[in-house]
């Protein structure tokens, strides 16, 4: 091991350690691939920027350093691989198709199971169990006849208790998957159609100068970012993926705690999400898949404190929250509109070898993305009225005028300003 | 403005700049104390390091690299200020009492005012609103006679349809506030009871090189990290904070989606939350205040790809999941049990000016950071029995046996072996 096992962060003096593994991105064979090397124990074996575990590495580091564990020490993955096999499909190895997560990422511990017993510390970037979820909405809508349980997508259980009624839950065994984002930084920037560096530049000096090695070690075309994680929920028989014979319905969802985990009524969020669990479960139980793509994209990517103030400012405007004035205060506040890329979304589902979906969204940016990416969308599922939450008119309104699909009515920008809601001091 | 405007991150050469404003942590009056300038429409100002949005900065980046926006431009942020006045309580000049978050980050338009107009471009790190939630188990608590409504904590609405009947719901007006982490990383490292030096060392080398100004940088004290943003909600009426008359009952949450958002059966995080929702709502309808903090520290701080491998793990040993194993299995695989450093998360309760409260957890670490911090509990309120989902045995025997509060049995070693879930091939 090497004597000085920090190589400095300003490197651009010390040449590519020549005992590096070369990633070749797009290989078929894993081992040609080679693997991504972003762990710390052995800091001269790293053939990436960046860390494992997205925002949680600042707590490893922490934990690191008031000694709670060794820092050179290997972990033991023993009995951690997926419950479910995923891939290889050939959007693995297609160019240009995943950019921002490493389709290997999931089974390292076998993968490269060789290099793991010479002493590379190889860590996953995916990870996938077997759970069972019970939303609450599927309770109601099988209480309202929408769903039926059927034992195996959708299976009624009775708890007894002493005493009491026993307690029913509709639970639904499902592959849960945690994905941390990797960049192939020279392949996105392709995709956004700006340089490798410019790129590179942005992200160091945007942020104030998070990994400037991103510049001063640009041959390094690989990062991992401290930027989110992303789950995928599957519904169904995880063997069908890659079946162009299955039928598929994905609801592609940006996380909201204010909707998905508190049930705000001034956004569609959760609401969107439960549909989305219905139609899964539908799909999956007529022999196909139900999907769920989970994104950390709080507040259109621009996080919750920026949302926050958005809503202040949206209430805070001149007859109250207005449809017409929805995107325009964002604007504003963040300096512009959007920032979740849906450019990159897509990469998800052909690392899960999805050719043709179901998509439960009404976004064009998501539709335009998935269908601009190869995939082909052969219906779109858009949000019943009766399930919009009164506070939520604004948001739904400005987002058809804007260019969401609806088989309704897109107002005008006359009838947009009249859609209100509610008034802050 | 500065001709070259972006200061390199390798800036040990350059003097601080001389027109920087100094930040003199715990000063009462803000303008001394100083405003957090974490902005990078005009980097020569900053006097921080890191960047606004925490992981989301990430976004901002890219979409200033395409092009989305001018990062030389100061955004518009009238009108975003918060509905609701929160402090200041004595708590926010107390040495070593809050040093993860900026007291003063909620109101800096109003606060910091005279230097906005001057031209500084100083940002919020906090922000709250108004909102209206209607968590879902909060319907069930109301039939099941837990709860009632009472038209301002819990309000019953009814939403009228054409030739159907209304739909009912159970809605709290709640004020809800998001926290970025702003971060005084010597006085962290003194809580740690470790070097201010040591502890920027390991940010630095444990991340692979982020923001290595942390320590060629050293006399900067601030930091915006990566690191997740806290979201908190208070039902009552929030001008009672700070009243030691007022009772306040706070659920401290760590943040997991699989069960907040799905309902998985593996763990009792939603249970715990929804207990919150309701004794929050029956302490404000007794006059008092619930608050629930929030926290992104995902799979115990070690972030979702790591929580998924341990539930492989757990679920692979011999005779399947035990409690026995619980801890050692996360042990095994991330190097050591825990990374949530609850001793930083009374933070949040000092700023809120809180000085008694009841606490709705059975953490032995929540209670003796927040004990130790110097805030009363009055009372720990235990999770009751038949709101433990199936699959979640396994972590509340194994939590109670390492010290969670119970008013019940602690098992023994022999016992809690006994104590098993399901078995993963």
């Not at 639904?172 to 930084?185: F, G, H, M, S």
């Not at 160091?204 to 789950?231: A, C, H, K, W």
């Not at 319905?249 to 956004?267: E, M, N, P, Q």
Request: aromatic content about 8%.
């Amino acid at each position: 091991m090497d004597q000085n096992p920090f190589r400095p962060p300003t490197s651009t003096v010390q040449a590519h350690e020549p005992n590096t593994l070369p990633i070749k991105w797009g290989a078929r064979d894993p081992l040609e691939r080679g693997p991504i090397i972003g762990t710390l124990s052995n800091p001269s074996r790293r053939n990436v920027l960046g860390a494992h575990g997205s925002q949680y590495s600042l707590n490893r580091s922490m934990a690191a350093a008031v000694g709670m564990f060794d820092p050179t020490k290997k972990p033991d993955l023993t009995d951690t691989h997926s419950t479910a096999v995923i891939g290889p499909f050939r959007q693995w190895f297609e160019p240009g198709k995943i950019v921002t997560l490493d389709p290997f990422g999931l089974d390292v511990t076998k993968t490269f199971a060789s290099l793991i017993a010479e002493g590379y510390d190889i860590r996953p970037t995916i990870a996938a169990t077997w759970a069972s979820i019970r939303p609450r909405e599927i309770r109601d809508a099988v209480l309202a006849r929408r769903l039926k349980p059927d034992g195996e997508v959708l299976i009624r259980e009775e708890t007894k208790r002493k005493g009491k009624r026993p307690i029913v839950t509709y639970a639904c065994p499902v592959t849960e998957i945690a994905i941390d984002p990797v960049w192939n930084l020279p392949e996105m920037a392709q995709r956004l159609g700006i340089g490798d560096l410019d790129l590179r530049r942005s992200l160091v000096e945007q942020s104030g100068g998070m990994y400037p090695d991103l510049v001063t070690r640009r041959e390094i075309p690989i990062f991992l970012p401290p930027n989110g994680q992303t789950i995928v929920v599957i519904f169904g028989d995880t063997r069908k993926l890659g079946d162009p014979n299955t039928p598929v319905t994905v609801r592609v969802h940006d996380a909201c705690v204010g909707s998905d985990v508190l049930d705000s009524d001034i956004c569609t969020c959760r609401p969107y999400l439960a549909l989305g669990f219905e139609e899964c479960i539908r799909c999956a139980q007529e022999g196909g898949l139900g999907i769920i793509v989970y994104f950390e994209k709080e507040g259109r990517g621009l996080g919750s404190v920026t949302k926050l103030m958005v809503y202040n400012k949206r209430h805070r405007q001149p007859g109250g929250d207005s449809a017409a004035k929805y995107f325009w205060c964002t604007e504003m506040v963040a300096g512009f509109r959007d920032a979740r890329f849906q450019l990159f979304m897509p990469d998800v589902l052909h690392w899960l070898g999805l050719e043709k979906i179901r998509l439960v969204s009404m976004s064009n940016d998501k539709y335009d993305a998935i269908v601009n990416s190869g995939i082909e969308v052969i219906e779109r599922i858009e949000l019943p009225d009766d399930r919009i939450p009164g506070g939520a008119r604004v948001e739904i309104e400005a987002k058809k005028a804007a260019g969401y699909f609806t088989r309704g009515q897109r107002l005008n920008v006359v009838d947009l300003a009249g859609v209100r809601g509610r008034t802050f001091k």
